[in-house]
Nanobody, 126 residues
Framework: QVQLVESGGGSVQAGGSLRLSCAAS????????WAWFRQTPGKARERVAD???????TYADSVKGRFTISQGNAKDTLFLQMNTLKPEDTAMYYC????????????????????WGQGTQVTVSS
């Protein structure tokens, strides 16, 4: 089991920054991929960024150059630094972990991640 707890969400004006954190505990050594997803009402969760066990980073086109995913030294904390925020970044943000390790790259689909945090709300006003 892997437990994930997000923090750092809030309200910010367009152009501002936020840093999300995800504290992980449990069998974190079994995690192959870590990811941030986001979701708005009525829509499916969208993969924002991910990092695999080799440190390979992947970003959604909509956040490239603005968001940075990283891990703490002990790899028990996942971060998402969000800069130059836009109103369209408004969403509930979720931390996710995947322990299947079936592919050579991190999966992008929600159903391929087996552990989730409770989410943290990010609201960007214009």
């Amino acid at each position: 089991q892997v437990q994930l707890v997000e923090s750092g969400g809030g309200s910010v004006q367009a152009g501002g920054s936020l840093r999300l954190s995800c504290a992980a505990s449990g069998y974190t050594h079994r995690v192959y991929c870590w990811a941030w997803f986001r979701q708005t009402p009525g829509k499916a969760r969208e993969r924002v960024a991910d990092i695999d066990s080799y440190g390979t980073l992947t970003y959604a086109d909509s956040v490239k150059g603005r968001f940075t995913i990283s891990q703490g030294n002990a790899k028990d904390t996942l971060f998402l630094q969000m800069n130059t925020l836009k109103p369209e970044d408004t969403a509930m943000y979720y931390c996710a972990a995947e322990t299947y390790g079936l592919g050579t790259r991190c999966p992008s689909a929600e159903h391929e991640y087996n552990y989730w945090g409770q989410g943290t709300q990010v609201t960007v006003s214009s």
